[in-house]
């Protein structure tokens, strides 16, 4: 009797033990910091008109499965953010208008497996999406001249079930940071097929 005692004591003492163990890594799980969105990054685009205009014609659909009202800074005010950074009208004429029709981040429940041994993996959940589209329309009178380019950009990521809230939200911050990095790289481009429209 005394020796099946001193046997479940000891198996109470380890059980205990990696409790402990256990409840302490817990506690030491630290919250993942949101990237930080820096337009200071991006090369300036010096472009011959006398003004930038930029219009949000995106209107949030403030439902599922959209959620770019849900962030902070949300896609469409990052992309502004972009535009006054980048985009710099250096002519003594003209303007450049940029017309932003989409600036969604969406979530989208992935098709669950049906295999038994399936449930008891941490199987990725949703999908989540940034999609921008946006026309640069450029006019200068002096000249006659004039040009549209469209830019378009989609990032997407998947996420693991288990995800804590903090790191859905980095998820987010991660594509949209990505889709302006598109964005960004297409204007570079784009701007140097239309004649007279880039002053190095």
């Known amino acids: ?3 099946k005692m001193s046997l479940f004591y000891r198996i109470l003492s380890v059980i205990g033990l990696y409790s402990m163990l256990g409840l302490g890594a817990c506690g030491t799980n630290q919250p993942v910091t949101l990237p930080v969105y820096d337009t200071s990054e991006f090369q300036s685009i010096r472009l011959d008109a006398r003004r930038l205009e930029i219009i949000e014609n995106w209107k949030m659909p403030m439902a ?10 949300n896609l469409s005010s990052m992309m502004v953010d972009w535009a006054s950074r980048v ?3 250096v002519g003594g004429s003209g303007e450049v208008i940029l017309d932003i029709s989409q600036a969604s981040v969406k979530v989208t429940e992935l098709p669950k497996s049906e295999k038994l041994f399936d449930v ?3 199987n ?15 006019i200068q009178p002096v000249g006659g001249r004039q040009g549209i380019i469209d830019l378009t950009a989609s990032a997407s990521v998947t996420v693991r079930e288990s995800a804590t809230p903090n790191e859905r939200d980095v998820a987010a911050r991660e594509i949209m940071i990505q889709a302006i990095g598109l964005i960004n790289k297409q204007a570079l481009e784009e701007v140097q097929t239309i004649e007279g429209l880039n002053r190095p």
């Not at 999908?127 to 640069?136: F, G, V």
């Open 124 to 138: 990725q959940e949703t999908m989540m999406r940034a999609d921008i589209k946006a026309k640069l329309l450029w």
């Open 87 to 89: 985009l710099v009208p």
């Open 64 to 73: 599922p499965p959209y959620i770019e009202h849900t962030l902070s800074p």
């Open 120 to 122: 008891f993996k941490d």
């Open 1 to 3: 009797m005394a020796k």
